[in-house]
């Protein structure tokens, strides 16, 4: 048997708690009042002693995540009343992983794990978009430009926990705000609600302009619009693009944000309005780039094929965005400025101060949200290595399994918004680093090439700087140096 | 905190920390070891179910949870030294006061889950509802006493030139308050009125050094205790880590009382070695070290020392099993607590229900009813 543990009202009324620290592991045998997680709440630090005895089957909330009381934390499965033998696996609770919100089964709906559905478009769509690139980790950044900015804001859909139906209800049974005041008596309410009827469409007969209970069972015969879905119901999906199935926000409604959305929220606000920061642009020509990246992979394939002798030493496998990502790192080696941050004192005085290492963020559109987690010390990576842990960053964040200490010290930070066609964009500056480097999408475009127009593989990549850094000269430099490696591949070995 | 009082002065004692007895020219031990232990039965108890009950909130079981640990001798060696006729007012932390007066456990548990906006019947076991108004507990007890002196004066064994009842244990009364009540008015108040009427009663004050986070040396220059002269009673403080002393201090301020010598405060020196509540978090304001150097004074502890020569190991055992049990029983009851009927509030309103009190009940229930579909 599982059960599920709420988050309760820890202190008098209080909405939510931060989850700091987990004490548990999935798997891990606990006993009644063993401490589980330690949370902060708006009033306290504490501990959460266990309400069962059993064996942790999952946890569902990660920590650093901000969720509201009522919320699931995790499900236990109990020892009192063991599971029924020959208990297929899918009948257990959805498992979910740490960082999903939970979903709650819909009534009479067997609880069943859900299959995880892909937030980008499989490396096929990006191909397409992008003909040439090996993008095949595409990471995101909140841009300026509206489109993408669209784009951005499905992930803070889907972060959104469901509201439990047991616990929420009025969640469900409040009028949208822009709509007219509904009124009607909480008796009436709820059986709109439970008759699943809009009561802003429900024509009111009652004294004073009031909804009636003859008013709402009236409407339901006649079929009125069903009021928003419950937790339970399957929320509409955007068909066709891609795969990727995202829930569309609904006219009116109030979108909590919480957890990894609301941290990414308020580091943006901070960017937008304390760092004062422009960008530069530049368009470069990386056919040659491309070109050698494919070469490798294909020498990368023919190795890998069982029965070929090795006439030559395995190629370690790299992509275009590993590439680019060595390039903006190693040009950092003759403009430290962009790898630095602003510090304000206290008494007024201000400092810049150039880190000491490179530790290269990379936006990363997860289920959780955008994060933006780091590969240490990556001045000091090769290529090839830069390649391997960008793969992993990729991989583990995707998953949500982002170590915490990999979540945070980014010293500049690197997003590819060209996987959602853009051209290029300007982003936001993170707090703390004085760049972010945003890479377009590559496009077959003419071009002049050696004098002659042809059709060339083409992006535009962006740098956005903190304008008390850097002015924009040097950001210009900075940006031309990784755009000269781009071009020219050998100018690579240059740099650092 | 220069000006106020932060005193190493732990006052009255009669057990030393390491378990070894001392003595007071003024309070001799009254306990002998059946008695201690028994002390020590019900603080190990108090322990149990204050953990237990702390674990349910945390669990989302209980609204709020008052936590006591570390005052477990305050609160059982005061409450010991009363008899089943004394009328107790407790503030909200009392809960060994409660519990050793006979209330069950749960029925602390009803008000802090809130299925009850009182709890028990103040006549059961002579011990008032919790007063979750700081210091409004003191004025009723000290109302309290008056009456009880006017029923004396009723009574045909009544001493008028004593000016003192004559029968056999006549009651008094006892008020638990804490440090920051002392700051309240409605204390201040008590005492005056207490001094003026010479009222059967005695203040028991708690100081368990934090009013939430305010220090009680902030709140008072001199020693609580030393606030009594200035109304014109006896005050007194007691190491209120100290379940021997704590009980002879209060028996003492109990005879005073019961022989018409009027009010006593005693101040019970002890430490909340938890958060003021279950929404509190000490670790913000508590100086580090603090929590260490009175734990090294910790009540249950002492009076286990001081056991330890005439007490086995099974014994102890025997104790700490016990205490679990009683834990366990309380969460299993508290789990099992029914939520009241939606009209139960109008239950204890009036003692005879009135037409009009009648009617609103109905037509309440009717309006709930309007609710199924």
């Given at each position: 048997m599982y059960d599920q543990f709420h988050l309760p009202d820890l202190g008098e009324g209080l909405a939510e708690a931060e989850i700091v620290h987990w004490l548990v592991r999935p798997g891990q045998t606990v006993e009644l009042n063993q401490p589980l997680v330690e949370v902060e709440t708006a009033k306290a630090a504490v501990e959460i002693p266990s309400p069962f005895a059993g064996v942790v089957h999952a946890l569902h909330c990660a920590e650093g995540d901000l969720v509201p009381v009522g919320s699931a934390l995790l499900t236990v499965a109990t020892a009192e009343a063991p599971a029924p033998a020959g208990i297929e696996p899918d009948?257990?609770?959805?498992?979910?992983?740490?960082?999903?919100?939970?979903?709650?089964?819909?009534?009479?709906?067997?609880?069943?794990?859900?299959?995880?559905?892909?937030?980008?478009?499989?490396?096929?769509t990006v191909a397409a978009a992008a003909p040439g690139t090996t993008a095949d980790q595409p990471p995101s950044w909140p841009v300026a430009t509206s489109?993408?900015?669209?784009?951005?804001?499905?992930?803070?859909?889907?972060?959104?926990?469901?509201?439990?139906?047991?616990?929420?209800?009025?969640?469900?049974?409040?009028?949208?705000?822009?709509?007219?005041?509904?009124?009607?008596?909480?008796?009436?309410?709820?059986?709109?609600?439970?008759?699943?009827?809009?009561?802003?469409?429900?024509?009111?007969?009652?004294?004073?302009?009031?909804?009636?209970?003859?008013?709402?069972t009236a409407a339901a015969r006649l079929g009125a619009p069903a009021s928003r879905p419950g937790a339970g119901e399957a929320p509409p999906q955007r068909a066709g693009h891609g795969g990727a199935e995202r829930p569309l926000a609904r006219p009116g409604e109030r979108i909590p944000v919480r957890g990894v959305a609301r941290q990414m929220a308020l580091a943006m606000e901070r960017s937008a309005f304390t760092v004062p920061q422009a960008t530069v642009h530049r368009t470069v020509d990386v056919t040659a780039m491309l070109a050698l990246v494919a070469r490798w992979r294909a020498e990368n394939e023919a190795a890998a094929r069982p029965g070929v002798a090795l006439t030559a030493p395995a190629v370690p496998r790299v992509t275009a965005l590993a590439f680019i990502a060595r390039?903006?790192?190693?040009?950092?080696?003759?403009?430290?400025?962009?790898?630095?941050?602003?510090?304000?004192?206290?008494?007024?005085?201000?400092?810049?101060?150039?880190?000491?290492?490179?530790?290269?963020?990379?936006?990363?559109?997860?289920?959780?949200?955008?994060?933006?987690?780091?590969?240490?010390?990556?001045?000091?990576?090769?290529?090839?290595?830069?390649?391997?842990?960008?793969?992993?960053?990729?991989?583990?964040?995707?998953?949500?399994?982002?170590?915490?200490?990999?979540?945070?010290?980014?010293?500049?930070?690197?997003?590819?918004?060209?996987?959602?066609?853009?051209?290029?964009?300007?982003?936001?500056?993170?707090?703390?680093?004085?760049?972010?480097?945003?890479?377009?999408?590559?496009?077959?475009?003419?071009?002049?090439?050696?004098?002659?127009?042809?059709?060339?593989?083409?992006?535009?990549?962006?740098?956005?700087?903190?304008?008390?850094?850097?002015?924009?000269?040097?950001?210009?430099?900075?940006?031309g140096e990784i755009a000269a490696a781009l071009a020219d591949p050998p100018r690579l070995l240059l740099l650092g | 905190m220069s000006s106020g009082d932060s005193s190493d002065d732990y006052g009255v004692r009669l057990l030393n920390p390491d378990g070894s007895a001392c003595e007071h020219v003024d309070f001799p031990a009254l306990l002998g070891v059946e008695e201690l232990?028994?002390?020590?039965?019900?603080?190990?108890?108090?322990?149990?179910?204050?953990?237990?009950?702390?674990?349910?909130?945390?669990?989302?079981?209980?609204?709020?949870?008052?936590?006591?640990?570390?005052?477990?001798?305050?609160?059982?060696?005061?409450?010991?030294?009363?008899?089943?006729?004394?009328?107790?007012?407790?503030?909200?932390?009392?809960?060994?006061?409660?519990?050793?007066?006979?209330?069950?456990?749960?029925?602390?548990?009803?008000?802090?889950?809130?299925?009850?906006?009182?709890?028990?019947?103040?006549?059961?076991?002579?011990?008032?509802n919790y007063a979750l108004v700081l210091a409004s507990q003191t004025l009723h007890a000290v109302g309290y006493a008056l009456g009880l002196q006017l029923d004396a004066r009723l009574d045909p064994r009544y001493d008028a030139q004593a000016g003192a009842p004559a029968g056999p244990e006549p009651a008094a009364v006892i008020a638990y308050l804490g440090d920051?009540?002392?700051?309240?008015?409605?204390?201040?108040?008590?005492?005056?009125?207490?001094?003026?009427?010479?009222?059967?009663?005695?203040?028991?004050?708690?100081?368990?050094?934090?009013?939430?986070?305010?220090?009680?040396?902030?709140?008072s220059r001199v020693p609580l205790a030393a606030r009594a002269a200035g109304f014109g009673f006896p005050g007194v403080r007691v190491d209120g880590n100290d379940v021997v002393a704590v009980h002879s201090v209060t028996s003492s301020a109990l005879a005073r009382a019961r022989a018409g010598e009027g009010p006593t405060l005693i101040e019970a020196y002890t430490y909340r070695m938890g958060p003021h509540t279950t929404s509190d978090d000490p670790t913000r304001?508590?100086?580090?070290?603090?929590?260490?150097?009175?734990?090294?004074?910790?009540?249950?502890?002492?009076?286990?020392?001081?056991?330890?020569?005439?007490?086995?190991?099974a014994w102890f055992d025997g104790q700490r099993a016990e205490a679990a049990a009683a834990a366990a029983r309380l969460r299993t009851a508290t789990l099992a607590l029914p939520d009241p009927a939606p009209d139960a509030f109008f239950d204890e309103v009036l003692v005879t229900e009135t037409e009009e009190a009648r009617a609103q009940r109905a037509s309440f229930r009717e309006y709930r009813e309007s609710f199924q579909v």
């Open positions: 009948d257990a609770p959805p498992a979910l992983v740490v960082g999903h919100a939970p979903v709650e089964p819909a009534a009479g709906e067997s609880p069943r794990r859900r299959p995880r559905r892909p937030l980008h478009q499989p490396p096929a489109s993408a900015a669209l784009s951005d804001l499905a992930p803070l859909v889907r972060a959104r926990p469901a509201p439990a139906l047991s616990t929420a209800p009025a969640a469900n049974g409040s009028a949208a705000p822009a709509r007219a005041r509904v009124l009607a008596t909480p008796p009436v309410r709820k059986l709109a609600r439970d008759l699943g009827v809009d009561l802003a469409a429900v024509r009111p007969t009652g004294p004073a302009g009031t909804i009636a209970r003859a008013d709402v390039a903006v790192v190693a040009a950092l080696a003759a403009h430290p400025l962009a790898n630095a941050r602003w510090l304000t004192s206290a008494d007024g005085s201000s400092e810049i101060e150039v880190f000491a290492t490179v530790n290269l963020g990379v936006a990363v559109a997860s289920d959780r949200g955008l994060i933006v987690p780091i590969i240490p010390d990556a001045g000091r990576l090769s290529l090839p290595a830069l390649a391997g842990e960008l793969a992993e960053l990729v991989s583990q964040a995707r998953a949500g399994q982002t170590p915490p200490a990999r979540m945070v010290g980014a010293t500049i930070t690197v997003s590819n918004v060209g996987v959602f066609g853009v051209d290029s964009a300007a982003g936001l500056v993170r707090e703390g680093e004085a760049a972010l480097v945003v890479l377009g999408a590559i496009r077959e475009t003419p071009a002049v090439w050696e004098g002659q127009v042809q059709v060339r593989q083409v992006m535009t990549i962006s740098v956005s700087f903190d304008h008390r850094i850097l002015d924009g000269e040097a950001a210009s430099r900075y940006l | 232990k028994g002390c020590y039965g019900a603080m190990l108890r108090t322990r149990h179910l204050d953990e237990a009950a702390t674990a349910l909130q945390r669990q989302g079981e209980l609204a709020l949870w008052i936590p006591l640990r570390g005052q477990e001798a305050a609160q059982i060696g005061s409450v010991r030294a009363a008899t089943p006729t004394d009328f107790i007012f407790p503030s909200y932390r009392e809960h060994a006061v409660a519990w050793d007066r006979g209330l069950p456990a749960v029925e602390v548990m009803r008000l802090l889950r809130g299925i009850t906006h009182g709890g028990w019947d103040p006549a059961a076991h002579n011990l008032a920051g009540a002392m700051s309240q008015g409605d204390a201040n108040e008590a005492f005056v009125w207490a001094a003026s009427f010479n009222a059967p009663v005695v203040f028991f004050c708690q100081n368990n050094q934090w009013a939430i986070s305010t220090p009680a040396a902030r709140q304001y508590q100086p580090t070290g603090e929590v260490d150097h009175w734990r090294a004074l910790d009540p249950i502890d002492r009076v286990e020392r001081a056991l330890a020569p005439v007490c086995d190991a």
